[in-house]
């Protein structure tokens, strides 16, 4: 089970911090992502990492505002949003799978998904 935390309201600007976890389990092994979703639209990539190896991949539309880490002690990871804009309010989803074999930013391959949290920017 996927945990998401930190969302809330910011102002243009601003930064935030989002947080998934996973409750019960460890993330080894997994590419762990998150995606966003306004209302209407499909849900969107945003940013991935490999657990094992660290590397990452990011959106055009996030990168060098956007920051994934993992923290293996608290088995969490941690997507640091800066220079946050209006269009990036969305809620937020983590998603995780250990059977895809690249960075993948396609929504259909993560088996595992969490409820979401709420990003609103204010302008």
């Known amino acids: 089970q996927l945990v998401e935390s930190g969302g809330g309201l910011v102002q243009a600007g601003d930064s935030l911090r989002l947080s998934c976890a996973a409750s019960?389990?460890?993330?080894?092994?997994?590419?762990v992502a998150w995606f966003r979703q306004t209302p209407g639209k499909d849900r969107q990539f945003v940013a991935v990492?490999?657990?094992?190896?660290?590397?990452?991949h990011y959106a055009y539309s996030v990168r060098g505002r956007f920051i994934l880490t993992r923290d293996s002690a608290e088995n969490r990871v941690w997507l640091h949003m800066n220079a946050l804009q209006p269009e990036d309010t969305a809620i937020y989803y983590c998603?995780?799978?250990?059977?895809?074999?690249?960075?993948?930013?396609?929504?259909?391959?993560?088996?595992?998904w969490g409820q979401g949290t709420q990003v609103t920017v204010s302008s």
């Open positions: 998603a995780a799978d250990s059977s895809i074999a690249t960075l993948s930013d396609e929504a259909h391959e993560y088996e595992y």
């Open positions: 019960g389990d460890t993330f080894e092994g997994f590419n």
């Open positions: 990492i490999n657990w094992r190896f660290g590397g990452t």
